[in-house]
């Protein structure tokens, strides 16, 4: 990152982190800069936030790049996106007052004016507020809508989830399971290996960054593999779908290890025996985006998985980094698989 070590040094000036290059592969610190800012006085019928919580999410990464994909890309200078927990510190809005704890698209920022439009209050008795980033939040809605609407799992089938310790992966490997399936974890290295298995239950895990991927996935699943749900792509794919069965279901949520691929893969014949396999198994395929289903599944999602988390049926983890400062690290870190369970950073105490 450009900046150095600046921080916050009175109450008029808060921190922002900015797209400074494009990354060419991998994000380095270099495409990052922290950089001070006024504190942006409150418009005149809005709130003005103090960021508690950032979320940091794979997704950022594409965003990153020079390309349209469903979002507009960042252009640079811009402030990072995402979504955070904050507090209400003035507000002229009548919905708000100072001291709710809200949901809110800031961005990587100290702080944030807004004018109420997309803030959603959180309901702390659901859980600790970090949930609202996390397991509560955008990654397990995700989960659970990829996996009620399209996964559709049901007693006895086999479900494969990669990713498997992340907020989405973790969620959707204990709902399946709920659901009466049995469930097969792929993650990278033996303390995620570990909390799968272990604190997860699933019943079997595959870790990819090991050799024979392909033959290890095979023998966790004997009977083949019934809704498989895709984060990951690239090699995990490759070693998953011969084992489909006829008429699985594929989630197509996510593909990150492609996201520092600038080019896209042009492995020979790949596309082409993918769907050939579509066309000749029937599979469904159906890529989606959780804000499709926001409105019909939300109610039920918190309502579903607060229970589950409250009787200890549902589990989940979170990695917190201290200081807006620490994101572009802890960022790149989450993007090598180098956090275990939902990846936060902690603006203020
Ligand atoms: N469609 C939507 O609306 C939507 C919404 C949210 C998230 N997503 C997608 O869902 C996926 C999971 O998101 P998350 O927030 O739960 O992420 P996450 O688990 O917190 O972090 C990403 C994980 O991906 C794994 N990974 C990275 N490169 C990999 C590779 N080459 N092969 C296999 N695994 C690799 C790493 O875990 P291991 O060390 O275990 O490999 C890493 O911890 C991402 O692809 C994300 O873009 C989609």
Redesign the pocket.
Known sequence: MESGSIAIIDKFTGLQIVLSSRPQGKPHLENFRLEQVAIPTKPQTGVLLRVLYLSL???MRGRMDDRKSYAEPLSLGEVMPGESVAEVVASEHPNYSKGDIVLARTGWRSHAASDGIGLRKFDSNLGPVTTGLGILG??GF?AYA?LTLIGQPRPGETVVV????????SLVGQLAKIAGARVVG????PE?CRYIADELRFDAVVD??MPDLADRLAAACPFGIDVYFE??G???WTAVLPLLNAFARVPV?????E?NVNDGIATPGSTFASLRDVLTKSLTLRG????EFTEKLYPEFLRTVSAGIADGRIQYREDIIDGLENAPAAFIG????R?LG??LVRVAR
Do not use: Q, W
Request: contains cysteine.
């Open positions: 999410d794979p997704y955008m990654p995700t990829g990669a990713a498997a310790s992340g907020p989405v992966g792929i993650a990278g290295g995620k990819h960054r984060n990951v690239g090699a995990v949520c996510g593909l990150i290890a996201y989606f985006i959780n804000y989450m993007l090598e698989g956090k939902k990846t």
